[in-house]
Nanobody, 119 residues
Framework: QVQLEESGGGLVQAGGSLRLSCAAS????????MGWFRQAPGKEREFVAA??????SYTDSAKGRFTISKDNAKNTVYLQMNNLKPEDTAVYYC??????????????WGQGTQVTVSS
């Protein structure tokens, strides 16, 4: 049974940092695309960052502030978030899936971790 367990969320002041972790169990995802989405209250879930092979991608608002990385030996993906802003407040979800061109299958989702940034 595949499980994605997120951790690292919390309450932080604007300008602060958090590091999210997503540990996958049940199978190896070294060749899969892994990443993060977030959902703020009353808003749609949106893409934040992803890593696939040696490539990374970010939403524009995360560029220069967030860094995604993956440890294949630990089957874990990380999201280092610096210079956090109140608009980063959301539930952050880890997702993993296969990649076919521009298609990302999102085979699995974590349960989410809350990030709250106070002004």
């Amino acid at each position: 049974q595949v499980q994605l367990e997120e951790s690292g969320g919390g309450l932080v002041q604007a300008g602060g940092s958090l590091r999210l972790s997503c540990a996958a169990s049940g199978r190896t995802f070294s060749s899969y695309k892994m990443g993060w989405f977030r959902q703020a209250p009353g808003k749609e879930r949106e893409f934040v960052a992803a890593v696939s092979g040696g490539s990374t991608s970010y939403t524009d608002s995360a560029k220069g502030r967030f860094t995604i990385s993956k440890d294949n030996a630990k089957n874990t993906v990380y999201l280092q978030m610096n210079n956090l802003k109140p608009e980063d407040t959301a539930v952050y979800y880890c997702t993993v899936g296969r990649e076919y061109g521009s298609l990302w299958t999102h085979d699995y989702w974590g349960q989410g971790t809350q990030v709250t940034v106070s002004s």
